[in-house]
């Protein structure tokens, strides 16, 4: 399949998430109790639902999306580029909105590419999207369709070959398949503290388009291709 897939038709997606709320004393008590039941059997037994808030970004039904970065190839001059656009604030709804009305624009059959997408960038849109009374565009929906028909690339999967319980981070990948990433930037367990702490958005949302370009190069690798250089990566507003 990889042969012969079109990159035109390939949308590279990556999204980052914080907690609803800046601590966990700010969260209405009825969801501090379910937060705990949620997370009792993912905590250490020393350690409180408290002290484990920070992880809520990771939990849809407790974080909130405040990114959508989104990369499109296109080809020119005998060489692909790589435009990319991101989608964010603190709005998480009118993200959400923007991105919907951004897939309308699109081919029903575009095909989405994350790493580790079909586990958290998906599924978490889709969750968001519900909760925020956003219909799911149908480029997520997956609901009745066999699985070749789901139009969903996973840059970890493809790494996977078939097994089920190997995990390798979008760096690790990068690092092994000999692709440059930036080494002056942020990782995904700093992003609530730099959103609520230093109230630096700006500073995410380059971690998230940067996580675009690497899964974007991760995927030509897989295709057999050369990787995009960087005067051929332009972000647009």
Request: aromatic letters at 10%.
């Amino acid at each position: 399949m990889l042969k012969s897939l079109d990159l035109s038709q390939v949308m590279v997606i990556d999204i980052e998430t914080v907690p609803q709320y800046a601590s966990f004393n700010d969260v209405p008590p009825h969801l501090q109790e379910l937060w705990e039941l949620k997370t009792h059997f993912q905590r250490s037994s020393d350690q409180s639902a408290e002290e484990f808030y920070e992880k809520a970004g990771i939990l849809a039904e407790f974080g909130k999306i405040i990114c959508i970065s989104l990369g499109i190839f296109s080809y020119q001059d005998k060489a692909y580029s790589l435009r990319i656009k991101s989608i964010y604030g603190d709005d998480e709804k009118e993200i959400l909105e923007q991105f919907a009305m951004l897939l309308e624009k699109q081919v029903p059959t575009l095909m989405f590419c994350a790493h580790n997408g079909k586990e958290f960038d998906y599924p978490y849109l889709c969750r968001r999207l519900l909760i925020n009374g956003i219909e799911i565009p149908s480029q997520l929906q997956i609901s009745g369709k066999k699985p070749w028909e789901v139009n969903h690339l996973d840059t970890m999967e493809l790494w996977k070959f078939g097994d089920y319980k190997h995990y390798t981070s979008l760096n690790l990948l990068a690092a092994i398949l000999n692709i440059p990433t930036p080494k002056d930037d942020i990782d995904g367990s700093q992003v609530r503290q730099v959103y609520y702490e230093e109230q630096n958005l700006d500073r995410i949302v380059t971690y998230c388009q940067k996580d675009v370009v690497t899964t974007a190069q991760v995927l030509l690798k897989f295709k057999g291709m050369d990787i995009i250089s960087a005067e051929n990566i332009t972000i647009v507003a």
